[in-house]
Nanobody
Framework: VQLQASGGGLVQPGESLRLSCAAS????????MGWYRQAPGKQRELVAR???????NYADSVKGRFTISRDNAKGTVQLQMNSLKPEDTAVYYC?????????WGQGTQVTVSS
């Protein structure tokens, strides 16, 4: 399994970004996928997760602003981030969960600042 995240950048508060993760070796019927983030001095935290069956869950801090989706045919997972806030600033990591195993992408920086 290999994960390649892209789409990070510098935006102003209130703007949007779309992160994308290209995954190879995905088994759509069993793999759950998600996005985590880690801000400086903080632990990595779950942002959003989508199961193999398409169920989603979000961190309370991003509910109503972020949307996770996946395209099993293309082996991709996206995170649409709207109404970004300075506290969303972090390195965002793509994650694939297969049974008890976790696979990680290299991370992409998202900075929200005026």
């Amino acid at each position: 399994v290999q994960l390649q995240a892209s789409g990070g950048g510098l935006v102003q508060p209130g703007e949007s970004l779309r992160l994308s993760c290209a995954a190879s070796g995905v088994i759509p019927s069993i793999d759950h996928m998600g996005w985590y983030r880690q801000a400086p001095g903080k632990q990595r935290e779950l942002v959003a997760r989508i199961t193999s069956g398409g169920s989603t869950n979000y961190a309370d801090s991003v509910k109503g602003r972020f949307t996770i989706s996946r395209d099993n045919a293309k082996g991709t997972v996206q995170l649409q981030m709207n109404s970004l806030k300075p506290e969303d600033t972090a390195v965002y990591y793509c994650n694939l969960e297969r049974w008890s195993l976790d696979f990680w992408g290299q991370g992409t920086q998202v900075t929200v600042s005026s």
